[in-house]
């Protein structure tokens, strides 16, 4: 497969996407685990990226982005529970995204700073690894990697 020198994602995301990913703590020790089900299509000027979230701990989850290209290489996204916009900049196979969400912890909601770094690889599998942050100190790291299943739609 050859994957293409510039990661794009209207491209990358179009049709049904699957991944798996786990979440590690401040110490690195994994608090859980998770699949995410994401299908993509183009809607006027915004991409849509629609992802199912299923934990480990029988939690489910939805997010649903718009995202729009804001110039060569550059992306702004919106969701829910992402407050104000997200951005992001592509170099190459590598994507930088960075974005504020409302994350509910325990009976409270806390804006999480994420700082995630997708690099695309030549199998066509896409690994993202996101910081998470508050007040600029790390609370821990998730790590996805995306694969495009066999018998997706496309």
Known sequence: MTVPTKFRIE???EGRVQAEGIVEDLFGKVRRKFTVTIDGHQDGDEFILDERFYFDDG??????WKIRST??????GRADD?????EGCVNG???IWSYRLDLPIGKRSWAIKFYDRMFLRPDGVMVNIADMRKWGIRLGRITIAFRRPADAPR
């Open 59 to 64: 939690e489910r989850t939805t997010r649903i």
């Open 11 to 13: 491209e990358y995301f």
């Open 93 to 95: 196979a590598e994507m």
């Open 71 to 76: 110039g060569p290489g550059r992306y702004e």
């Open 82 to 86: 992402v407050i104000g916009a997200a």
